[in-house]
């Protein structure tokens, strides 16, 4: 008796596995990894495969290291383009950059695209930093309202002959955000994608919720978990592109764009919210606010929380996360 009902729970273990799928694979230049429940194994390939389709279609779209790409292209022609002659972008493109726009003015400036016009200068791999010259010559260029969108013509032009912008900060969360819509057309309604440090759960993990981590910003360990369910998740931080320079000093990837070099006194930063296309900018944001205005400004949106960790290594959390309700 025992027995038979141990081999029916173990055959009901393996048929409930059989129905989750998993892929961990590296696309726009991170590490993707998407699971979800669908009982059909057939649309559940299908799903996938219009997943990891999507992620190559943004990265061929959208990337500044990609010379075809649309975003290649507006750097190239965008500057010789003018108020009279703007330049004709796809509306896809244009959301993003109206949407990185918005948190521009949102955060005075912390968030903005054209941090790129001098940070493109940062090597990382070969431990190399823009010169003085170069700072002190492409800074004015670092200036989100020398873009000028056209949101509903779906034009652009820049103005300024050095400017550069690069959605580094934003995409990700974006792309998560499409796989997302995709696995809602199978309608599925458990599942967990991430690329990098940008994640969506949706639905929870049948019967439990979702565990996101935020890693030990100086270790190879997991911080804090959250249990979490219909969120999106985003982190920023200071150890996921950098390298110590002769001086000591960790040259990350996070540009204040008033100086134009690495923003400082924050090693991590997470915002929940309800989509990626808005928790992405907001850790880069909130990276470069610094912990004291990065709260205020998450405490006075709703549906908004933060953990930040500080480079004191102190945790700070927003009041959604803390206050009683
Ligand atoms: P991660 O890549 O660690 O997930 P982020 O979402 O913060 O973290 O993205 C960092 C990227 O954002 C950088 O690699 C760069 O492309 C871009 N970026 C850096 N500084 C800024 C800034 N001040 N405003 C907008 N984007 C930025
Ligand atoms: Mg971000």
Do not use: C
């Amino acid at each position: 008796m025992r027995l038979i009902l141990m081999l029916l729970l173990l055959a009901f273990t393996a048929a409930a596995q059989a129905n989750w799928h998993s892929k961990t694979w590296d696309a726009m230049g991170t590490r993707l990894s998407l699971t979800f429940w669908l009982e059909d194994e057939a649309a559940a390939a299908r799903a996938l495969a219009e997943v990891m389709a999507e992620m190559e279609r943004i990265d061929q779209q959208f990337s500044p290291y990609i010379d075809t790409s649309e975003l290649s292209r507006v750097n190239r022609q965008a500057v010789h383009a003018t108020a009279e002659k703007p330049l004709a972008i796809s509306p896809e493109l244009s959301r993003l950059i109206d949407k990185s726009l918005y948190y521009s003015g949102l955060t005075q400036g912390a968030f903005d695209i054209t941090f790129a016009s001098l940070a493109r200068y940062y090597d990382y791999r070969n431990k190399l930093s823009p010169s003085e010259a170069q700072r002190e010559a492409l800074l004015p260029a670092i200036n989100y309202r020398l873009i000028h969108l056209d949101k509903n013509r779906h034009t652009v032009w820049f103005a300024h002959p050095q400017l550069y912008i690069d959605l580094g900060g934003i995409a990700k969360g974006y792309a998560v955000d499409q796989g997302v819509a995709i696995l809602h057309r199978y309608g599925i309604t458990h599942a967990s994608f991430s690329a990098g440090g940008d994640s969506r759960v949706v639905g929870d993990k049948r019967g439990r919720p979702w565990l996101v981590g935020i890693k030990n910003p100086r270790a190879d360990a997991v911080a804090i978990s959250l249990p979490l369910e219909n969120v999106a998740v985003s982190t920023s931080g200071d150890y996921e592109r950098y390298f110590i320079a002769d001086t000591g000093e960790r040259v990350h990837h996070i540009i204040n764009p008033g100086t134009g070099k690495p923003s400082k006194g924050i090693n991590s930063v997470t915002i929940i919210g309800p989509v990626g296309f808005d928790t992405d900018p907001l850790s880069t944001s909130v990276f470069v606010m610094g912990p004291e205005r990065g709260l205020a400004l998450i405490n006075q949106l709703p549906g908004f929380d933060a953990v930040i960790i500080t480079s004191q290594g102190k945790v700070l959390y927003s009041q959604g996360l803390t206050d009683p309700r």
